[in-house]
């Protein structure tokens, strides 16, 4: 059995997505945001203490887009993956990695910056320059939406759900308005599937039965 750690619309959203859409069996277990400061204990599964945690038998993963391939590829081959053979492999990989290494990175900065650190400690600059950074790179997700629904190998894949996770923490850092119209008419397409919709509701409802705080964590404000 799967256990994923998570908080409420954290980067562990990514697995959770991709679990619902893989209809695969999963324990979830919520913590309150950051659970570095507000479930210690935690520290003893991930010393990281970042989510998510994703333990599945012996193998241990703490990497949000590294779950997306592990489980695309091992639940699902030929489904929600590539296939190393596909002539869409290399695009599909370099997708599903951009939606983190890329895409999210500098928006943690600009949440860091904005919301996150006491108000001494915010620095205007870092998150304008940073929102700006997220918004020129997400011009290639535009550009490969020009032609196609989905990013790569002409079907919904992980590297959907790597980027759509990118685009779901923009909403809560109020980037979405900057968002081109392919880029809009994407994501409402990603929210609007069902394991989507699915995962929203379960993170919600775990959260009220394991008596975890039910706010998405972009939007917690523990420096105010
Ligand atoms: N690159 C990792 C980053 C994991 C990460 O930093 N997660 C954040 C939540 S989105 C976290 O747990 N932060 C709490 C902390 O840094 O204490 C991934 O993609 O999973």
């Keep these: 059995m799967i256990t994923l750690h998570h908080c409420v619309s954290a980067r562990s959203f990514r697995p959770l997505w991709l679990l619902e859409e893989l209809g695969l069996p999963y324990s979830l277990r919520m913590l309150p945001f950051p659970p570095r400061a507000l479930a210690r204990q935690f520290l003893q599964d991930n010393p990281l203490g970042t989510v998510p945690l994703l333990v599945d038998g012996e193998t241990r993963m703490t990497e949000s887009a590294a779950m997306c391939q592990y489980l695309a590829a091992r639940h699902s081959p030929g489904g929600l993956d590539v296939a190393v053979a596909d002539p869409a492999y290399g695009a599909y990989l370099n997708w599903l990695h951009m939606g983190e290494a890329t895409l999210t990175f500098p928006q943690t900065l600009v949440l860091r910056y904005s919301h996150f650190e006491t108000v001494e400690r915010r620095q205007p600059q870092v998150v304008e320059d940073y929102s700006r950074w997220f918004l ?3 011009r290639a997700v535009d550009t490969a939406l020009q032609q196609q629904d989905f990013l790569c190998a002409g079907r919904f894949t992980a590297a959907d759900v790597s ?12 980037l979405q308005p900057q968002f081109t119209d392919a880029v809009r008419r994407y994501a409402l397409r990603l929210q609007q599937r069902p394991a989507y919709q699915r995962a929203l509701q379960l993170q919600h409802q775990s959260a009220l039965d394991q008596g975890v705080p039910t706010i998405a964590s972009p939007d917690v404000r523990p420096g105010a």
């Design 136 to 138: 020129a790179r997400l």
């Design 163 to 174: 980027v759509g996770y990118a685009l779901l923490l923009a909403e809560h850092l109020g």
